[in-house]
Nanobody, 123 residues
Framework: VQLQASGGGLVQAGGSLRLSCAAS????????MSWFRQAPGKEREFVAG????????YYADSVKGRFTVSRDNAKKMVYLQMNSLKPEDTAVYYC?????????????????WGQGTEVTVSS
């Protein structure tokens, strides 16, 4: 599976962005998909995850209520809608996929990674 993230950019605080992750490969529908982010000088951290069916979603406390993760298995796409953005959301955002059941917040649990898309939120 190859993952390609896009949709990043520069936005003012309070604004919105929608990130997209395009996947290739026949077994995408079986994968748990998540978004991580890495701010300058910080470790990569879990942002949001969604089960293969889309029936369950999970969020980091820092984004809960502002971000929404979704997927379209027919299109092999995963999305991250980011609203009410804050300067502290500035980071490179990565989509990631894992073959095993269950959303995980640990980097090592994921088998596939996209190349990242940069989000900058100005104050």
């Amino acid at each position: 599976v190859q993952l390609q993230a896009s949709g990043g950019g520069l936005v003012q605080a309070g604004g919105s962005l929608r990130l997209s992750c395009a996947a290739s490969g026949r077994t995408f529908n079986n994968y748990v998909m998540s978004w991580f982010r890495q701010a300058p000088g910080k470790e990569r951290e879990f942002v949001a995850g969604i089960t293969w069916s889309g029936g369950s979603t999970y969020y980091a406390d820092s984004v809960k209520g502002r971000f929404t993760v979704s997927r379209d298995n027919a299109k092999k796409m995963v999305y991250l809608q980011m609203n009410s953005l804050k300067p502290e959301d500035t980071a490179v955002y990565y989509c990631a996929g894992k073959r095993t059941v269950g959303v995980a917040s640990t980097i090592s649990a994921y088998d596939y990674w996209g190349q990242g898309t940069e989000v900058t939120v100005s104050s």
